[in-house]
C-alpha cells in the first residue's frame, strides 16, 4: 500500500500554535498513556513496513463506497481499547468553511480566533481582522495511512480520540493534539472496522450532500477465503 505516514504531518510552528489554542479554549486533550503511546509505537513499525498490518485487509465495497478496511478471518480478535493507528494526514490551519472538497478531511479544532500576530504569521495574505475563523484540519487525501479507508457507521466499533503524545523514552516524537484509532469493542475475525465521522457538529455528510450507507461491523463481512458472507 503507498499510503505509509505513520503520525499526522504538522510544522514546529503549527503545534506551537495549537498547544497555545487548546490552553486558551480550555480544550480537553487527555495525554495518551504509556499503553496507548507502545500501541501508537508498534502499529507504526507496521505500517513503515508494509503499509497495511498482515492481520488487515483492504477489500473493494460495492458502488460508490469504495473501499474498506477488514479484520482477517483467521487473524486474532482486535480487543476493546487496542490501538487501531493514528489517523495520518497534512494538519493544516485553514479559514474555516473553506475546506476544499477532500473526503479525507478532519477537523480537529474549529472556530478559532487568531491575535493580530498570529493571523500575520499564519495567513499572510489575508488583512487581519479580530473576527476571522480559521480551523485546524488533518487532511489524509494525499498523504496518510490505512485509517483513510476505514468508512462510517452509526454504530462503529472504532472512536477517534484526540490525545497528547508526551514525552517519552519510545521514540514517538510529542505532539500537542493526535487523532488516535481505538477499538471502542471487540473487533471480529472477518468484520469491517468502522468509526463514526461526525462530532457534535454534524458536519460531514450535511457538507457532502447524501446519506451515510446504514453499515455495521457485520454487514459485509469477510470469510477465510477473503470473500464477502453471503446473507
Ligand atoms: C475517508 S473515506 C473512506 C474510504 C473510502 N471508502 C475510499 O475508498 O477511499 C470517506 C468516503 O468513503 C465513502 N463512505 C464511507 N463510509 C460511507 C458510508 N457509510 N456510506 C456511504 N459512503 C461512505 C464516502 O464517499 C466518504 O466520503
Not at 508494509?50 to 483467521?74: C, D, E, H, S
Not at 471502542?184 to 468484520?191: A, D, H, L, V
Not at 455495521?216 to 477473503?226: A, N, V
Request: net charge positive; aromatic share 8%.
Amino acid at each position: 500500500m503507498k499510503f505509509k505516514l505513520t503520525r499526522q504531518e504538522i510544522s514546529q510552528e503549527l503545534n506551537s500554535l495549537a498547544a497555545k489554542i487548546i490552553n486558551r479554549k480550555k480544550i480537553r486533550v487527555p495525554k495518551a498513556t504509556r499503553n496507548k503511546l507502545a500501541g501508537v509505537a508498534a502499529i507504526g513499525k507496521k505500517i513503515q513496513k508494509t503499509g497495511l498490518p498482515k492481520y488487515l485487509v483492504r477489500k473493494k465495497l460495492k458502488g460508490k463506497l469504495g473501499y474498506g478496511i477488514f479484520l482477517r478471518a483467521n487473524a486474532k480478535p482486535i480487543m476493546k481499547g487496542e490501538v487501531i493507528a493514528p489517523y495520518s494526514g497534512q494538519v493544516m490551519l485553514v479559514p474555516q468553511n473553506n475546506d476544499g472538497d477532500s473526503d479525507y478531511i478532519f477537523s480537529l479544532i474549529s472556530d478559532l480566533r487568531l491575535t493580530k500576530k498570529e493571523q500575520k504569521a499564519f495567513d499572510p495574505k489575508s488583512r487581519y481582522h479580530p473576527r476571522r475563523l480559521y480551523s485546524i484540519d488533518l487532511d489524509a487525501e494525499k498523504k496518510g495511512n490505512f485509517t483513510r479507508f476505514i468508512n462510517h457507521s452509526e454504530k462503529p466499533n472504532v472512536e477517534a480520540h484526540l490525545l497528547r503524545i508526551p514525552a517519552n523514552s519510545l521514540g514517538l516524537k510529542p505532539s500537542a493534539f493526535e487523532i488516535i484509532y481505538i477499538a471502542n469493542k471487540t473487533i471480529r475475525p472477518g468484520e469491517q472496522l468502522l468509526v463514526c465521522y461526525e462530532g457534535e457538529d454534524k458536519s460531514y455528510w450535511g457538507a457532502q450532500k447524501i446519506k451515510p450507507f446504514p453499515m455495521t461491523p457485520q454487514t459485509f463481512q469477510l470469510d477465510s477465503k477473503g470473500r464477502f458472507l453471503l446473507r
